[in-house]
């Protein structure tokens, strides 16, 4: 069994209500997009896709392990593992590995600024298929 890292109880009720919270930063990360005009700061844009990754597993994590990933969002990936096995495709486990390292670039932590270009580039390579 793969370590999973720190986490909490969960149970399948909270995964749905994650999944519905999962597609809203999509769809706000798509709107976002749509109404950016060239030299946009991407920033806000990808901590939007990373938060819609986030609920993504946690809704994952919820529904098959009645567990979520709790504070370290760097062990997310040890417990979708720990909660999937191996129905979970390693390109799937590469791309989010790939959009949460861009986590704290993109959020309140990181001084680096990231225009629109960058961004749709950084998201484009971690949806690529493997």
Same mark, same amino acid.
């Given at each position: 069994?793969?370590? $999973? /890292?720190?986490?909490?109880?969960? @149970?399948?009720?909270?995964? =749905?209500?994650?999944?519905?919270?999962?597609? /809203?930063?999509?769809?706000?990360?798509?709107?976002?997009?749509? $109404?950016?005009?060239? /030299?946009?700061?991407?920033?806000?844009?990808? =901590?939007?896709?990373?938060?819609?990754?986030?609920?993504?597993? &946690?809704?994952?994590?919820?529904?098959?392990?009645?567990?979520i990933n709790q504070n370290?969002?760097?062990?997310?990936?040890?417990?979708?593992?720990?909660?999937?096995?191996?129905? *979970?495709?390693? $390109?799937?486990?590469?791309?989010?590995?790939?959009?949460?390292?861009?986590? @704290? *670039?993109?959020?309140?932590? /990181?001084?680096?600024?990231?225009? *629109?270009?960058?961004?749709? &580039?950084?998201?484009?390579?971690?949806? &690529?298929?493997?």
């Amino acid at each position: 069994m793969t370590r $999973s /890292g720190p986490s909490k109880p969960s @149970d399948a009720r909270h995964g =749905a209500n994650r999944l519905i919270i999962a597609r /809203g930063f999509l769809e706000s990360a798509k709107l976002q997009i749509s $109404s950016a005009q060239a /030299g946009t700061l991407g920033n806000p844009i990808a =901590a939007t896709v990373v938060n819609a990754a986030i609920a993504y597993t &946690d809704a994952l994590t919820a529904t098959f392990a009645n567990k979520i990933n709790q504070n370290d969002h760097a062990a997310v990936i040890k417990t979708l593992r720990d909660a999937l096995g191996n129905r *979970l495709p390693k $390109s799937q486990e590469t791309r989010l590995t790939r959009i949460l390292g861009n986590k @704290d *670039l993109v959020a309140q932590y /990181g001084g680096r600024f990231m225009l *629109l270009c960058e961004c749709l &580039d950084r998201v484009q390579t971690a949806s &690529d298929t493997s």
